[in-house]
């Protein structure tokens, strides 16, 4: 199993930029998920994706980042729009086949990581 997360970069409060995360050796129909930690903080839960198209998103995310999947290339995406100085943070891309969505947010029941990319937000 492989997660292979890119796309972040510096992007100034307001802008937008969209993640990548490279699936190998799980079945499309996998659970995904992308996890955020700035520094000196918790890791914290942004959004997850199930099927095809059923998604949650935190409170502090919601209407901003949009979480969806390329079955073709088995890759997800996750678009991040009107960003803010607060979405600083390395941004993981997650994985889990059984998990269920009562226990989304909760970091240790995600079974799978990829390496993280960095997001910056500044002017």
């Known amino acids: 199993v492989q997660l292979q997360a890119f796309g972040g970069g510096l992007v100034q409060p307001g802008g937008f930029l969209r993640l990548s995360c490279a699936v190998s050796?799980?079945?499309?129909?996998?659970?995904m998920g992308w996890f955020r930690q700035a520094p000196g903080k918790e890791r914290e839960f942004v959004a997850a994706?199930?099927?095809?198209?059923?998604?949650k998103y935190s409170d502090s995310v919601k209407g901003r980042f949009t979480f969806y999947r390329d079955n073709a290339k088995n890759t997800v995406f996750l678009q991040m729009n009107s960003l803010r100085p607060e979405d600083t943070a390395v941004y993981y891309c997650?994985?889990?086949?059984?998990?269920?969505?009562?226990?989304?947010?909760?970091?240790?029941?995600?079974?799978?990581w990829g390496q993280g990319t960095l997001v910056t937000v500044s002017s």
């Open positions: 997650t994985a889990d086949s059984r998990i269920i969505v009562g226990s989304y947010s909760h970091s240790s029941q995600w079974d799978y």
């Open positions: 050796g799980l079945p499309r129909s996998t659970t």
């Open positions: 994706l199930r099927w095809v198209s059923v998604t």
